[in-house]
């Protein structure tokens, strides 16, 4: 029944918005509808004639999604990620590449081209990042370690901040929510001035169910671009402060309601780029900082036995690279060297170092209507070796509406730290003492003989676009290989797990996402995406078989905007989805041109499953925020 | 259900109108949705906010429908300071509704992004308006583009254009193009097209007489099909085709000169100023852009035996690779 409420809902939406724009004026010959994006091959190209799939989701798209962080914005907007619950940050999986061992480290995160993921675990947390200074959000699916290396395995998420986009206006945004959460961010920009800063700090309440489930983030953005006698120097620093409860919602692990996981991490680039016809950049990038646990041992509710197990983390790295246009083809070619270095004195047998020096070269040509790409990336690592890492791709233009394309590629992922060197890291799991479950330690330690996981993939699709209609169809496989698990080590030694290259299996799938105009401030967008698993795949962590999202958005610049957002699964963990249809629904009033309210209910009818959070099962959330522009 | 639609849209607006009412002096109303509108409203409130901090613009939009004519009687009834108009059809539509205003309470309309506005009747000529429009052309002066393509290509002589002679945006364009080609030591060779299943035919017309092709922002001429032939005639002919914005670069042209659309927004600030200080605007000349925007696209360069020199792609606004 709530179903076709629902259903019912979405149509008299799009039929009350529905309006045509009649009339087309001359001015419309100067605009520019092609959606550009870099992410897929570090060159221009516009996201109808990527060779891969590529979404991009735009500063309209991201305001109207209500998402306060980036986590949220990308498993509610785009088909191909599905949100998962962790105990140190909330996970997204790519594609069915599921994270076996609660992190990210499947996808490569860029903040303005600069590496986020870090080096103890090989993750970022997407739900750290404020969307409040993100002007757009391409995501470019498939192998991509022919051009970025380590962590980008099933794809990479490039954030544009507002400044790098152009698009800053000092603003204040701020915001409530029930039971203490709260949001505010500060930007300073100004179109004299080459520097802007934002600063955001939040606290998300989490479950109303589960005890220890918040998040508080704060965080520091700071930009400054100039261009200088024909060289472009961008700088970049960023600092993110997390805190988050690390009971979660984790199954099989005893309940430890004082545990906190601590993110602290400095993240800097420094950019210059110069040339046109050869145009060559030049990037020192790197990254700093703490993660630590505190946790109670063995699990009480006494928090006065609290202890903390700290990570530290540094990267610095080197990265240049030219682009040469060579008649009708343009060859990229570069080089990259980083270093990268781990330390826990009880955690990861003290201090650990790696070096990874890269090469990598790409063509792409331009014949009659085909655009055929190829590249090749080569990486030397001090501890794992050598690995190479081949991309090929093209696109054929049918007509201007019919664009056909496929690809096929290799990645890998480096093993993080401390999946090389954990030690002494016990979890407590519940075991049956007669009639109570008392919590009983197993260690997890690392191994330093272990393989980077490798992907081979290969793509086709189709892509149809008119003034009113895009369609995106793909198929793809992936074959996964050396895939690292927790596992037994000794049969003998039943508590003593260790990580190792267990798993080998494919994953083949389809996804389709179809924009439909409703009117010329009005879209429709349904987006459905289908995975199947060969193979021995740990059932635990096995993302669900089928996604779909349903959007309907409308947007004025005065007065009321809105967007009712439906996703399936609801939710995903451990060993379960939330098989039911989560609701989201933003609406926006701008009361003047510098001045938005919006009010942002999370699972709006309230579905109710064994799962929590702002799920179903969570009960409905209500944000109410506000913003003001200068 | 469309009537229900409008009429609930038309009842909506008022509501706005009804709650920005003692907020705002200055409206502005924009043709449609997009980048293109955007750009511009966005340049536009910089430029306000530069100048008069205190100003709260009120934002209005057109729908395509039949209430875009209330919500225009209602911003005219309002009797704001200025409105200022974004767009052809914001342009058109409030001319159209201004003789059901009192001469005497006719409210000064700043315009901007209007292709041709002498042709469209809002002004009476370029040195003065003579109505209660002022505002920024759109069209960047032929000499202007002319002048980019003899820098690339100083040998040529003959530029070839096709046009609709019943288009009179058009006609005064080529009008302009014919002073401004003569005065360069140029020959404008002419073809008309009516209708777009006749461009191949003025195209082979043009055939072996030019050494360069001109795209104007002639509806029937820009459009995807015509332009698609225009590109593979100059292609096979290995001529330069200059067009006039960025988007056709994209689509294959290897060079454009176009307008800088955040500086229409800026122009229009700078009127509206003007006239928020005490000037008539049917004394004021029209604005046409100050600065104009060079884009290059080398692989059709390359592919037709153009070498653009690396002192041009540095004062380029932007070149397309592969």
């Known amino acids: 029944m709530r179903m076709w409420l629902t259903l019912g809902g979405l149509v008299a939406f799009a039929c009350l918005c529905f309006a045509q724009r009649t009339s087309a004026t001359a001015e419309w010959l100067f605009a520019d509808p092609q959606e550009v994006t870099q992410t897929a091959t570090r060159t221009e190209r516009t996201v109808y004639e990527s060779f891969t799939t590529v979404r991009v989701l735009t500063r309209r798209e991201i305001e109207l999604s209500g998402a306060q962080n980036l986590h949220e914005l990308l498993s509610r907007m785009v088909v191909d990620f599905e949100a998962q619950e962790g105990s140190i940050h909330n996970l997204l999986s790519t594609r069915g590449a599921y994270s076996a061992s609660e992190f990210n480290e499947r996808t490569l995160f860029l903040l303005d081209g600069m590496p986020l993921n870090d080096a103890i675990l090989g993750n970022f947390s997407p739900m750290s990042f404020s969307t409040h200074d993100i002007e757009r959000v391409e995501v470019a699916f498939g192998p991509g370690s022919a051009m970025y290396g380590p962590n980008a395995f099933a794809g990479v998420v490039h954030i544009v901040t507002r400044r790098q986009a152009g698009n800053s206006p000092s603003s204040f945004f701020s915001g409530l929510t029930e039971r203490s959460g709260y949001f505010s961010s500060l930007r300073w920009s100004s179109s004299e001035s080459p520097l802007s800063i934002q600063a955001s700090f939040w606290r998300d309440p989490g479950s109303n169910r589960i005890r220890n489930n918040d998040t508080v983030v704060r965080s520091l953005i700071a930009n400054w671009g100039q261009k200088w006698e024909g060289h472009q120097w961008n700088l970049l620093y960023g600092y993110i402060d997390m805190d988050r409860g690390s009971v979660g919602m984790r199954y099989g692990v005893f309940p430890t309601p004082h545990d906190r996981w601590q993110y602290r991490m400095h993240y800097w680039t420094l950019e210059q780029s110069r040339g046109t016809e050869r145009k060559h950049t030049l990037r020192f990038y790197g990254s700093a900082g703490t993660m630590e646990l505190l946790r109670t041992q063995p699990p009480t509710f006494d928090i006065t036995t609290r202890t903390a197990c700290t990570f530290n983390q540094a990267i610095a790295g080197l990265e240049t690279f030219w682009q040469w246009q060579l008649g009708n083809g343009q060859i990229l070619g570069g080089g990259d060297y980083r270093y990268a270095q781990a330390s826990s004195a009880s955690h990861l047998r003290g201090r650990h170092s790696a070096t990874n020096l890269a090469l990598f070269v790409q063509g792409e040509w331009h014949v009659a209507r085909c655009r055929p790409v190829a590249g090749v990336r080569y990486d030397t690592h001090s501890i794992y070796g050598s690995q190479l890492s081949p991309r090929l791709g093209f696109t054929y233009q049918l007509n201007r509406q019919h664009i056909l394309r496929a690809s096929w590629g290799e990645a890998f992922r480096a093993p993080s730290f401390v999946e090389l060197y954990l030690t002494n890291f016990p979890l407590w799991t519940p075991i049956r003492v007669g009639n109570n479950w008392e919590p009983a330690p197993y260690q997890i330690e690392g191994n330093p003989n272990l393989k980077p996981e490798k992907i081979r993939a290969f793509e086709i699709g189709w892509k149809y676009a008119d003034a009113r209609l895009r369609l995106d169809l793909a198929y793809f496989r992936q074959n996964l290989s050396d895939v690292v698990t927790v596992f037994l080590r000794d049969p003998n030694q039943p508590m003593l797990r260790q990580y190792n290259n267990l798993y080998a299996f494919p994953i083949s799938g389809a996804t389709a996402e179809l924009g439909w105009k409703l009117g010329a401030r009005t879209e429709l967008t349904l987006a459905y995406m289908r995975t199947d698993y060969g193979g021995p795949v740990n059932q635990d962590f096995r993302p669900a078989k089928e996604r779909a999202v349903i959007r309907v958005a409308h947007w004025n610049e005065q007065g009321w905007s809105g967007q009712i957002a439906l996703t399936y699964p609801a939710f995903n963990l451990g060993f379960t989805d939330a098989y039911a249809w989560n609701s989201y629904l933003t609406l926006i009033y701008r009361s003047d041109s510098r001045t938005r309210w919006n009010l942002r209910i999370d699972n709006l009818f309230n579905t109710r499953t064994e799962l929590a959070r702002w799920v179903p099962g969570g009960g409905r959330a209500i944000w109410f925020t506000i913003q003001r522009d200068w | ?322």
């Open chain 2, 1 to 322: 259900m469309r009537r229900l639609t409008a009429e609930f849209r038309g009842v909506w607006l008022a509501c706005c109108l009804w709650v920005n009412a003692h907020a705002a002096e200055v409206f502005i109303l924009k043709s449609g949705e997009g980048a293109l509108y955007e750009a511009v409203v966005r340049a536009l409130m910089g430029e306000l906010k530069l100048r008069n901090p205190q100003l709260e613009p009120s934002l209005f939009s057109l729908t395509g429908n039949k209430a875009d004519a209330d919500l225009v009687k209602n911003l005219l009834a309002r009797n704001p300071q200025v409105i200022v108009a974004i767009g052809t059809d914001a342009a058109i539509l409030l001319k159209q509704q201004m003789p059901a205003i009192p001469p005497n309470q006719r409210p000064p309309v700043v315009f901007t992004l209007v292709l041709d506005p002498i042709a469209q009747g809002l002004v009476q000529s370029v040195e003065q308006s003579g109505t209660n429009f002022a505002g920024v052309a759109l069209t960047v002066r032929p000499q202007r583009q002319f002048r980019a393509l003899l820098d690339v290509c100083p040998h040529i002589k003959r530029i070839g254009v096709l046009y609709n002679p019943n288009d009179a945006i058009s006609t005064r364009l080529i009008h302009q193009a014919r002073d401004d080609a003569q005065k360069l030591g140029l020959q404008l060779v002419e073809a008309h097209v009516t209708k777009p299943e006749e461009t191949q035919k003025a195209l082979t017309s043009l055939k072996g007489q030019i050494e360069a092709f001109w795209l104007i922002p002639d509806p029937i001429c820009a459009s995807a099909q015509p332009f698609q032939q225009i590109l593979a005639f100059t292609t096979t002919e290995r001529i330069p085709l200059l067009a006039f914005s960025e988007t056709y670069v994209r689509r294959g042209a290897p060079i454009a000169v176009g307008p800088d659309l955040s500086e229409q927004g800026v122009l229009a600030g700078e009127l509206v100023q003007q006239i928020l200080a005490g000037a008539t605007p049917q004394t004021m000349p029209l604005l046409t852009p100050r600065r104009t925007l060079i884009y290059y696209n080398l692989t059709q360069a390359r592919q037709i035996g153009i070498t653009i020199p690396e002192m041009l792609l540095t004062l380029a606004e932007k070149v397309i690779g592969p």
